[in-house]
C-alpha cells in the first residue's frame, strides 16, 4: 500500500463540502502495514498502524456520520482475506493466519558409523498447515498445527531389517538371492511449535525456532530376485519410539529458500530394541 490519506473537515462533518473560508486537515501515511475501517449506524473509526521509517506508529479517528448515505466504498484487490485482527487493550492489533509449509532434505544418523544400520544419506519429506498469532506485531510469529514426516535409510548392501525376539537388528540375505536391497521408513505425525522473528519490515530476513511432537510408526521393505523372480516383502517396524520430541531452526535470508537443520536427541528405537539411532536433517522449506 503506497500511500494512505485522512481528511477530516474542521466543520465535523463527513462527506459534505466545508463552508466557505475554512480548510482541511490532510494527514498522508506513506507504506503503511494495515488500515482498520469500522463504520457502525453513524460513527465511523479509521485506524492506522505502521508505517514508512515507523513500524509503531498508531493513528485513529472518530468520525461523526450525520448522513448514512454520504459513505461510499470501493474495494479492489483484498488479499489477506484469511487474517482477522483482534483489537488489543493497547490499541494495537493481533493477527491470526493460516499457513502451509514444506520441506525437503537429507536423513543422517551422525552418532553411530553409517555403514552399520545405512547406505549413503536417507532422504526426508514433509508438510504441515499451521495457526499463525502475531501478537506484537508483524515481526514476531508464533505457529502450531499439525502435519506428516517421512524419513527413509537404504540399508547396508545385502542386508535387511529383521525381528529376532524383541530387538530389530540387520541380518545378510541368504544365498542365491540377487539384486537385494532393503530399507527403514519412519512416518510421523507432528505437532509443530514455532517461534518466527523478522529482522526487518518485509520478512526478509529471519530466524525460527522450535519443536517437533512426533508420533512414530514405521516400516520395513526389502526386495530380491530368486530364480529369476522377484520379490518384495514388507512388515512393521518394531520397538519404535512411539512419542518423540525434536528441535528445528529454520533461517531465511534474501534470494535462498529457507535452510531448516533438525535434530532428534531421542533414539529412533526404544532401549533394548534395536541400534542406538539417532536422527540429523538438514534441507529447504518452501
Not at 474542521?10 to 494495515?34: H, I
Not at 530466524?207 to 530368486?226: D, K, M, P
Request: with cysteine; proline share 5%; net charge positive.
Amino acid at each position: 500500500m503506497k500511500a494512505f490519506v485522512v481528511a477530516a473537515l474542521l466543520t465535523g462533518c463527513y462527506g459534505l463540502p466545508a463552508q466557505a473560508g475554512e480548510k482541511g486537515d490532510t494527514l498522508v501515511f506513506e507504506q503503511v502495514d494495515r488500515v482498520r475501517i469500522e463504520t457502525r449506524d453513524t460513527v465511523q473509526r479509521i485506524t492506522v498502524s505502521g508505517a514508512k521509517d515507523n513500524p509503531e506508529m498508531y493513528y485513529t479517528q472518530r468520525i461523526a456520520i450525520p448522513d448514512t448515505t454520504a459513505v461510499r466504498r470501493q474495494m479492489m484487490n483484498i488479499r489477506d482475506f484469511n487474517k482477522v485482527q483482534i483489537p488489543r487493550r493497547d490499541g494495537k492489533m493481533s493477527h491470526w493466519g493460516v499457513s502451509f509449509h514444506a520441506n525437503l532434505g537429507l536423513a543422517t544418523l551422525p552418532d553411530i558409523d553409517d555403514s552399520e544400520v545405512m547406505r549413503g544419506v536417507g532422504t526426508e519429506l514433509g508438510f504441515a498447515f499451521t495457526a499463525d498469532w502475531n501478537p506484537f506485531g508483524k515481526k514476531n510469529t508464533w505457529r502450531a498445527g499439525l502435519g506428516l514426516n517421512y524419513r527413509t535409510y537404504r540399508a547396508p548392501k545385502n542386508k535387511y531389517w529383521s525381528k529376532e525376539g524383541e530387538e530389530m537388528h540387520l541380518v545378510p540375505f541368504a544365498d542365491g538371492m540377487e539384486d537385494c536391497s532393503a530399507d527403514l521408513s519412519i512416518y510421523s505425525l507432528q505437532l509443530p511449535i514455532v517461534y518466527t522473528h523478522k529482522f526487518d519490515n518485509r520478512g526478509r530476513w529471519s530466524v525460527s525456532l522450535g519443536a517437533l511432537v512426533n508420533w512414530n510408526f514405521g516400516q520395513t521393505h526389502r526386495s530380491y530376485e530368486i530364480n529369476n523372480e522377484d520379490y518384495d516383502v514388507h512388515a512393521a517396524a518394531r520397538g519404535l519410539r512411539p512419542f518423540t520430541v525434536d528441535a528445528l531452526a529454520i533461517v531465511d535470508v534474501p534470494y535462498l529458500p529457507p535452510l531448516y537443520v533438525r535434530y532428534a536427541p531421542m533414539t529412533v528405537f526404544r532401549d533394548g530394541r534395536g541400534p542406538k539411532m539417532r536422527q540429523l536433517s538438514f534441507g529447504i522449506c518452501f
